[in-house]
T-cell receptor, first 108, second 113 residues
Framework: GIQVEQSPPDLILQEGANSTLRCNFSDSVNNLQWFHQNPWGQLINLFYIPSGTKQNGRLSATTVATERYSLLYISSSQTTDSGVYFCAVYNAGNMLTFGGGTRLMVKP | ETGVTQTPRHLVMGMTNKKSLKCEQHLGHNAMYWYKQSAKKPLELMFVYNFKEQTENNSVPSRFSPECPNSSHLFLHLHTLQPEDSALYLC????????????FGSGTRLTVV
């Protein structure tokens, strides 16, 4: 099946810093989503992004489907950004396959 | 609150117990999913239901038994579990199977002792 790899696995930032999270996938996909899982386990959809770039406040995402990767940018990070960020892709069967996640800790 | 509610939030059970996890959504979605999240592992899809019919069973052991009585409710019946089954169990729904608009519940943290 399709493989989804995220990097880095762990990231520690000082509040106010910027960061880039990467998601690579092994095969063509129909679509891609980014999720944030807060420390209480809640998974929140951030972006549904098959290609191109989208922005939502301090977060933005870019997917280059032809090169099989997506990037999530976090600017001016805040402590509430802490948690795990997951990339998930739709395989040929239209099922979501998740990457291993990037665990982010933002220190005050 | 996302619109997908899971109960209980936490569950501790012995290996000989029988328990059930419940998931409820009132978003009008037609597809519902069970995922397992273990420490240091990606989310694993367990079961998919589309219009109350099971469409995916991802080689899940028979000690996990799903039930979907209608499009709004999904259960996961547990019996004779093993300690390695301890994990966060997440329910999700979407307007249609595989479509956009996945919404997750907060999960049930299960500990098998």
């Amino acid at each position: 099946g399709i493989q989804v790899e995220q990097s880095p696995p762990d990231l520690i930032l000082q509040e106010g810093a910027n960061s880039t999270l990467r998601c690579n996938f092994s095969d063509s996909v129909n679509n891609l989503q980014w999720f944030h899982q807060n420390p209480w386990g809640q998974l929140i959809n951030l972006f549904y992004i098959p290609s191109g770039t989208k922005q939502n406040g301090r977060l933005s995402a870019t997917t280059v489907a032809t090169e099989r990767y997506s990037l999530l940018y976090i600017s001016s990070s805040q402590t509430t950004d802490s948690g795990v960020y997951f990339c998930a892709v739709y395989n040929a069967g239209n099922m979501l396959t998740f990457g291993g996640g990037t665990r982010l800790m933002v220190k005050p | 609150e996302t619109g997908v509610t899971q109960t209980p939030r936490h569950l501790v059970m012995g290996m000989t117990n029988k328990k059930s996890l419940k998931c409820e959504q009132h978003l009008g979605h037609n597809a519902m999913y069970w995922y397992k999240q273990s420490a240091k592992k990606p989310l694993e899809l367990m079961f998919v239901y589309n219009f109350k019919e099971q469409t995916e069973n991802n080689s899940v052991p028979s000690r996990f038994s799903p039930e979907c009585p209608n499009s709004s409710h999904l259960f996961l019946h547990l019996h004779t579990l093993q300690p390695e089954d301890s994990a966060l169990y997440l329910c999700a729904s979407s307007p249609r199977q595989g479509g956009r608009g996945y919404t997750f519940g907060s999960g049930t943290r299960l500990t098998v002792v």
